[in-house]
């Protein structure tokens, strides 16, 4: 099955500066990546996603991008924010009918400080 | 829209007894995921249902789980004689169907705590 690995687990940044969260699959059927964030004790939220036939995709501060020769994809988040605190979890999924069977990293706790 | 809602928010449960987790799907979704997810990790999918069917429940453990979602009312799932180890939060998330532009979101979760 499909197994996603998540660096770093942890990452500190000032206020300002950008992060990036990287992740790598094994499953070359995976074709749908989403990022999603959860503050303690929250749901998980959807905050970007891309699918295999785009290599970045932006949205405001947030961009993703993907190499799907190298099987890896990354969050880059610039200008952060102390509201941005919060753990971040990559996922995969090989689409289809199996689009919602996602395959999650392990999280970074990402730390913005003032 | 009130999006996915589950409940309870907490369940506590001493060890033997039963944990219902109900998951109600936004209006219009008749697709319904429910993931686990222990502390400090990434959440692990359990089940895919739709309407009447279990499509895929290869993240199931084999005994004491189990789940449905019948034509009228929420999804369930269910967690017979509830050891330490169920202690986890439960979130569902729910989708329309499946197309090519599909995104997934969650639910509040349900906390379980067993005594």
């Known amino acids: 099955g499909e197994n996603v690995e998540q660096h770093p687990s942890t990452l500190s940044v000032q206020e300002g500066d950008s992060a990036v969260i990287k992740c790598t699959y094994s499953?070359?059927?995976?074709?749908?990546f989403p990022w999603y964030k959860q503050e303690l004790g929250k749901r998980p939220q959807l905050i970007i996603d891309?699918?295999?036939?785009?290599g970045e995709k932006k949205d405001q501060r947030i961009a993703v991008t993907l190499n799907k020769t190298a099987k890896h994809f990354s969050l880059h988040i610039t200008e952060t924010q102390p509201e941005d605190s919060a753990v971040y979890f990559c996922?995969?999924?090989?689409?289809?009918?199996?689009?919602?069977?996602?395959?999650f990293g392990q999280g970074t706790i990402l730390t913005v400080h003032p | 829209n009130a999006g996915v809602m589950q409940n309870p928010r907490h369940l506590v449960r001493r060890r033997g007894q039963e944990a219902r987790l109900r998951c109600s799907p936004m209006?219009?979704?008749?697709?319904v995921y429910w993931y686990r997810q222990l502390p400090e990790e990434g959440l692990k999918f359990m089940v895919y249902?739709?309407?009447?069917?279990?499509?895929?429940e290869s993240g199931m453990p084999k005994e004491r789980f189990s789940a449905e979602f019948p034509k009228e009312g929420p999804s369930i799932l269910r967690i017979q004689q509830v050891v330490r180890g169920d202690s986890a939060a439960y979130f569902c998330?729910?989708?329309?169907?499946?197309?090519?532009?599909?995104?997934?979101?969650f639910g509040s979760g349900t906390q379980l705590s067993v005594l």
């Open positions: 998330a729910s989708s329309p169907g499946v197309t090519s532009d599909e995104k997934l979101f």
């Open positions: 499953d070359s059927a995976s074709n749908y």
């Open positions: 891309i699918r295999s036939n785009v």
């Open positions: 996922a995969a999924s090989a689409g289809g009918t199996s689009y919602g069977k996602l395959t």
């Open positions: 209006k219009g979704h008749s697709h």
């Open positions: 249902l739709q309407k009447e069917n279990i499509i895929d």
